[in-house]
């Protein structure tokens, strides 16, 4: 875990940036959702839990909004794994979608991956692809996969080198294809094999993504022509305007820019299906949150039962989200969410 100093620290650094977020954005996201006629956004349902296994990763990429790294200590211990699983065979998700950081270098991960196949649920890794070959123990991580039934959802935010490692640090698109050839070969992404897998854009720099179909022909068409790569859908995920991607902001002078045409672009079509109005998301601390952006902000869950130990669907369902100006990296365009584009 950070030592106290480290986590006054990031939180002040957090709080420093909030506030110049804050300063950067002419309309605020509440009052943006006042005027498409809500007072106030509410979940449709809890489909989906989210369980964020820990703060360690083997990169550090630049946009990373969890501020993940080989340094973070924040791991999902065993005891809170169990009762996730608990809460899992209480209630009735469709899908448990396991991030991280790195998910797979938690200790537990497999065992807990296991424990998840014996219910009737969609389960996701978001495996960042270069973990597979980071180390000879993770080389078995497609066959694992392929074992559990899992659903592999991987950021690649380029079809060039150049740009994806200009975002995710040297040889990453490298290792990536590497991992993604080994996705392949046990049948990730294959017609027919029923193994998903599905893959990341987000824009480099200070633009908000184009087209989600357009797009995903484009990668289809590079990837099979230049490294004979498969894969099923392309998700294009916009920016968020906090954590590292903010820090980026904040340096190079952009943040007003991309808060403008963040709130220029907002669509009140999307509204309806922000991924927080389907889903809890559990940190690696067993908090519950509206979403892992929230859960970055520490912003908790606007309930009693804010904590695994204590969920209850009930109360959950009937919750305010707790929205904030961030929360335009959802809204604009055709829509942002872990599933991609949602309009
Ligand atoms: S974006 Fe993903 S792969 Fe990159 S540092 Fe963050 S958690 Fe790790
Ligand atoms: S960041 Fe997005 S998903 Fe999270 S609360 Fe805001 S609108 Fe919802």
Redesign the pocket.
Known sequence: MKSLKAQNHYLSQTNYQLSELNKATVVSFCDKIFETGLNEIKPNSIDILQINLGKMCNQVCKHCHVDAGPDRKEIMTKEIMIKCLEVVSKNSFKTVDLTGGAPEMNPNFRWFVEELSKYKLNIIVRCNLTIIVANKKYNDLPLFFKKNGVEVVSSLPHFSSARTNSQRGNSVFEKSIKALKMLNDVGYGKEGSGLVLNLVYNPTGAILPSNQEMMEKQYKKELIQKFNIVFNHLFMITNMPISRFLDFLLKMGYLKEYMERLIESFNPLSVDS???RDMVSVSWDGYLF??D??QMLDMKVKSKSNHINSYNSNQLKSRK???DN??Y???SGSGSSCGGQIV
């Open positions: 922000l991924m927080c509206d979403c952006f929230n989200i707790q929205i961030h929360c990296g959802c809204t």
